[in-house]
Each structure stands twice: as structure tokens, then as C-alpha cells.
T-cell receptor
Framework: NAGVTQTPKFQVLKTGQSMTLQCAQDMNHNSMYWYRQDPGMGLRLIYYSASEGTTDKGEVPNGYNVSRLNKREFSLRLESAAPSQTSVYFC?????????????FGPGTRLTVL | GESVGLHLPTLSVQEGDNSIINCAYSNSASDYFIWYKQESGKGPQFIIDIRSNMDKRQGQRVTVLLNKTVKHLSLQIAATQPGDSAVYFCAETPSGNTPLVFGKGTRLSVIA
């Protein structure tokens, strides 16, 4: 099993450009999450999907959209990238929607917005 | 990654010694706590968890202590090894249906 995979690993964008970060899990998990990680800030939740067909905002949703394409895939879209969105983005999944379930993280996407 | 943790508190420990990493939380309603380990260039990895009805839980070489009176959580690593070098995060949630809130992390550096 690959666990949680993310593409791309690295990306450089210019301000105003758009892009979609892809995430897939092969553990048959119901819940998926997108976090961003900035220096000294820990992980902050952007959006999550407790189950297929549902999505909810997290702590820092502004400037992002998500799509739970199917049970395996959860994408994060930046419609008009800004330098403040320079960060490392992590996708995670867990068995159920309960926060107490262990979350399994992908390797991350390092995004730089110039 | 290299840019993560530039401003994190750092704990340096001699190989073979015990490490204690601390975490303060602010929400007295938090019911569930987790420690994650993040190695350079990788995503966080679950280490151990504890519920608020417990004050201590042990795993393999790790122990988590919870002091609800002062809202403090600690992770103890016995016989610290070079492979333990990483950033450690605590996370909390007031209920099973509320997303986790992560702390800012502590970098553990093991001196061989």
C-alpha cells in the first residue's frame, strides 16, 4: 500500500496563477484533510471531508477550494495564488470522521508563490 | 522540509539520555490529545495518544503524561536515539467530532 500520495512534490507559481494539488489514499478511509504548515505555526487545517460527498471549512479556508472526487481522492485548488499561500501543504486521511482517529499524512507539497 | 521549524524551540539531547518534550494547551474542554513526529521532508507520523480521563500512557520507549490541572502535556522518550531527531507536535481536540488543533512543535536534536 502506498498510503497517502500527493502530487506535485514541488511547485512554483506566480501571483494570480491557479493550480490544483492532488491527494489520493489507498487505505479505504472515509475522511480526508488538507493542512498547511508554515514556519513556527504548526499545522493548520484548511478543509476536510468527513465522508465522500461532504466537505467542511477548517481554520484557514480563505483562498482555497476543495473537491472530494471520490472516496480515494481529495484535491485542493488555489484559484488565484498569493505570496501568503507559500507553504508546505499536507494531505491526510483517517478511517472515520472522528478527530480521535489516527490521521495518516502524505509527504507534502512545497509551494512557492512569487 | 528545510523551511519548516525555523523558529521552533529546540531540545538537544545526548544519545542514550531520556528526552522530555512539553506542550501547553489552552482549551480546558479538550478531551483527546495526540503526539506526532515529523522527520525532515516527511509528513507527520502518529506516535501516541491519550484521553482526558487518563494521566499517563505508555508505548514503546515513549510515555505521555497529561496534567489537566495546569493544562500541560509531555512526551517522554527513553534512551533517545539518532532516529528520534525530528519535530514533535502535540494536537488536541475537545471532542471526537471536532478537527484536531496542532501545537507549534518542538525540534528534538540528538547528539551522537
Amino acid at each position: 500500500n502506498a498510503g497517502v500520495t500527493q502530487t506535485p512534490k514541488f511547485q512554483v507559481l506566480k501571483t494570480g496563477q491557479s493550480m490544483t494539488l492532488q491527494c489520493a489514499q489507498d487505505m479505504n478511509h472515509n475522511s480526508m484533510y488538507w493542512y498547511r504548515q508554515d514556519p513556527g505555526m504548526g499545522l493548520r487545517l484548511i478543509y476536510y471531508s468527513a465522508s465522500e460527498g461532504t466537505t467542511d471549512k477548517g481554520e484557514v479556508p480563505n483562498g482555497y477550494n476543495v473537491s472530494r472526487l471520490n472516496k480515494r481522492e481529495f484535491s485542493l485548488r488555489l484559484e488565484s495564488a498569493a505570496p501568503s499561500q507559500t507553504s508546505v501543504y499536507f494531505c491526510a486521511s483517517s478511517d472515520t470522521g472522528r478527530a480521535a482517529d489516527t490521521q495518516y499524512f502524505g509527504p507534502g507539497t512545497r509551494l512557492t508563490v512569487l | 522540509g528545510e523551511s519548516v521549524g525555523l523558529h521552533l524551540p529546540t531540545l538537544s539531547v545526548q544519545e542514550g539520555d531520556n528526552s522530555i518534550i512539553n506542550c501547553a494547551y489552552s482549551n480546558s474542554a479538550s478531551d483527546y490529545f495526540i503526539w506526532y513526529k515529523q522527520e525532515s521532508g516527511k509528513g507527520p507520523q502518529f506516535i501516541i495518544d491519550i484521553r482526558s480521563n487518563m494521566d499517563k500512557r505508555q508505548g514503546q520507549r515513549v510515555t505521555v503524561l497529561l496534567n489537566k490541572t495546569v493544562k500541560h502535556l509531555s512526551l517522554q522518550i527513553a534512551a533517545t536515539q539518532p532516529g528520534d531527531s525530528a519535530v514533535y507536535f502535540c494536537a488536541e481536540t475537545p471532542s471526537g467530532n471536532t478537527p484536531l488543533v496542532f501545537g507549534k512543535g518542538t525540534r528534538l536534536s540528538v547528539i551522537a
